[in-house]
């Protein structure tokens, strides 16, 4: 049974900080690609960064030398670091695993509210 705790969300001023973590359980952790997306009210969700199997990382332009993913195998967790927050990065932050072998599997965190103030 997989499960996800997700959490770190909350209301920061811009120009703050914040760290998100997403904590999974019932995977072989290790041999999944751990993504962060977010959506904004009214909008698409957006793939944030992402940190592979193997250990690469990639960005989204928007937060590109902001926000940076980093996981931890031994505390099956993942982490996304948000510096200089914006009003623009205000929204609900998901946890996502994506095993992109066969057989492939994709699960969700709950979502956790980020919300920038001006």
């Known amino acids: 049974q997989l499960r996800f705790m997700e959490s770190g969300g909350g209301l920061v001023q811009a120009g703050g900080s914040l760290r998100l973590s997403c904590a999974a359980s019932?995977?072989?952790?290790?041999?999944?690609?751990m993504n962060w997306y977010r959506q904004a009210p009214g909008k698409q969700r957006e793939l944030v960064a992402v940190?592979?199997?193997?250990?690469?990382?990639n960005y989204a332009d928007s937060v590109k030398g902001r926000f940076t993913i980093a996981r931890d195998n031994a505390k099956n967790t993942v982490y996304l670091q948000m510096h200089s927050l914006k009003p623009e990065d205000t929204a609900v932050y998901y946890c996502?695993?994506?095993?992109?072998?066969?057989?492939?599997?994709?699960?969700w965190g709950q979502g956790t509210q980020v919300t920038v103030s001006s």
């Open positions: 996502n695993a994506h095993r992109a072998r066969w057989p492939y599997e994709d699960y």
């Open positions: 940190v592979t199997s193997g250990g690469s990382t």
């Open positions: 019932g995977i072989s952790f290790s041999i999944y690609d």
